[in-house]
């Protein structure tokens, strides 16, 4: 094939006639012409127009991308008039697209909720496309949103320029727009594949929410007397009405999930019992509602001293204990702040929060933190509990040891230690320690081929959630051990895929395409 003659920014190539302006640019690097188009990472439809140039013989701007070379032709492709044509088509091309394709918001949120994509449709007024939205991954955002650890407003890139956008409250409004008249999914005909769901949080609600979506039959089994799990059980009143939350839970069982409340599993059944009624299959989300202790002498003996979870669990069953005087809490998450300021509205007259840790390290919500603090509540910080003081088992007081931090090696946490000769003794008339959770695993006993940790939760194929025993799976605080209701929401969507599938083909394994629901 004879060669043809261009020139292209002021030198003159020979080049083959079938050749774009695009190709015989880029071949002789003579520039980096920009295409959307024709980068091979991207599939196109149509043309971008950001490869436009300036032609001898044309009194328009041309497309490099789709037009031939021709003998003699003049060719420049860096001109103001071609970045101007340039910069317009980029910004026609972002016209419509608010933010990244996947938000640093939407990667850090467990359960992948797409708040720029809610955030963009509320600002339109389209509050039902809104929630329809978030609901695809978050069957519960009128309870999240009053309670959520906000990752994704930790994550958002307005931080970087003053505060982030306040995507857990937009949230939380479309939520309590939509309330007055929830949005209905549409649910798919029944199946008559059973699934039995044991433990009524987020977790298991969430999986027994897209379970009967998609036309199985799930029925929860809670050993509590009520739906809701720790949303129910360990989030104070003041932080998430009850109301608000039967009705979320409410909307979910009248889709067509069943529930059988006071049952344990463990005590009332077991998994293989579930089988032999029926059960095609069977997801654990049993929470972390086991209290640890502080490690202190005579903890368990003492009248006057309540463990953190025990204490909100008791409240909210209607078993407010008379708070009086001065209440020590010993912890610094959020379960330490809900009964700091549960233990004020029970009557206490004072109430401290014994820390060992800085604020800085504090695992709380800092909006719970400030709101304790404002409260009237006072943190001890760098403190840690020594012993407990009591007179014939009767609490009078706690002796407390000051803390420093210590980093042992560069990069690592900073370690509390204890400063020799810092003891005092605080008077007080109650203490509730609120040092952390972990999984009632006692179910066990009964289920013994159920693998566990050495850390006391359920073993999982991390990509099935598929337990040791065939057709059973598990997620949420069962597995992760206590997290966020987020996680749990997150792990019982993955967990509810997987037993579809494993309903539908004989095997635990991730469906390559995700179902719209």
């Keep these: 094939m004879n060669k043809i003659k261009v020139i292209i920014n002021g030198r003159e190539i020979l080049t083959d006639p079938d050749k774009t302006i695009l190709e015989a640019v880029h071949e002789n690097k003579l520039d980096t012409i920009p295409t959307l188009c024709h980068d091979k990472r991207t599939e196109h439809f149509t043309s971008c127009f950001l490869c436009v140039v300036e032609v001898n013989d044309s009194n328009k701007l041309i497309p490099s991308c789709s037009t031939n070379v021709r003998e003699g032709m003049r060719i420049c492709t860096n001109s103001e008039k071609v970045r101007s044509s340039r910069r317009t088509a980029l910004e026609l091309l972002f016209s419509n697209h608010y933010a990244d394709c996947i938000g640093p918001c939407k990667e850090s949120c467990p359960a992948g909720v797409d708040a720029q994509a809610y955030i963009a449709l509320a600002s339109m007024g389209k509050y039902k496309e809104a929630i329809k939205l978030v609901k695809e991954n978050n069957p519960l955002p009128l309870s999240i949103g009053r309670v959520c650890v906000r990752e994704c407003e930790n994550a958002c890139r307005r931080n970087l320029v003053d505060e982030p956008v306040a995507c857990n409250y937009l949230k939380r409004y479309i939520a309590d727009v939509d309330k007055t008249e929830m949005w209905i999914p549409e649910v798919k005909k029944r199946n008559n594949k059973k699934v039995a769901i044991i433990g009524g949080g987020p977790a298991g609600l969430t999986c027994a929410y897209y379970l009967t979506l998609e036309g199985y039959s799930p029925t929860i089994f809670e050993k509590l007397p009520e739906l809701g799990g720790m949303l129910r059980y360990g989030i104070p009143e003041y932080r998430l009405p009850k109301k608000i939350l039967d009705e979320e839970i409410n909307w979910i069982l009248n889709l067509g999930v069943h529930s059988k409340n006071g049952l344990e599993l463990g005590k009332d059944f077991s998994v293989n019992s579930l089988f032999d009624d029926g059960f095609d299959s069977i997801f654990i989300g049993v929470g972390a509602h086991k209290a640890a202790t502080m490690g202190l002498k005579d903890e368990d003996v003492t009248e006057g001293i309540f463990k953190g979870i025990d204490f909100l669990r008791e409240v909210e069953m209607g078993e407010k204990p008379n708070l009086y005087g001065t209440v020590i809490i010993v912890g610094g998450g959020n379960t330490a702040i809900d009964a700091a300021r549960t233990a004020l509205r029970c009557g206490a007259e004072k109430v401290k929060i014994v820390y060992r840790r800085s604020i800085k390290e504090m695992p709380a919500n800092k909006e719970e933190i400030e709101a304790a603090q404002h409260e009237g509540i006072e943190i001890l910080f760098l403190t840690n509990p020594k012993s407990i003081i009591s007179k014939n088992k009767k609490l009078k007081g706690i002796e407390c040891l000051k803390q420093k931090l210590e980093a042992k090696k560069p990069g690592e946490r900073p370690q509390p230690v204890p400063i020799e000769g810092s003891e005092y003794v605080i008077d007080c008339d109650f203490i ?56 749990s929401i997150a792990q019982g969507k993955k967990a509810a895929r997987s037993i579809m599938n494993y309903l539908e083909t004989g095997k635990a394994q991730l469906p390559k395409e995700i179902p719209e629901l």
């Design 432 to 487: 509730i320690g609120a040092i952390g959770q972990k999984v009632d695993t006692s179910f066990i006993d009964l289920d013994k081929n159920c693998g566990m940790e050495k850390w006391g939760t359920v073993t999982i194929n991390q990509s099935t959630f598929e337990t040791t025993i065939p057709g059973v799976f598990a997620g949420g605080d069962v597995v992760t051990g206590p997290l966020t209701a987020i996680s």
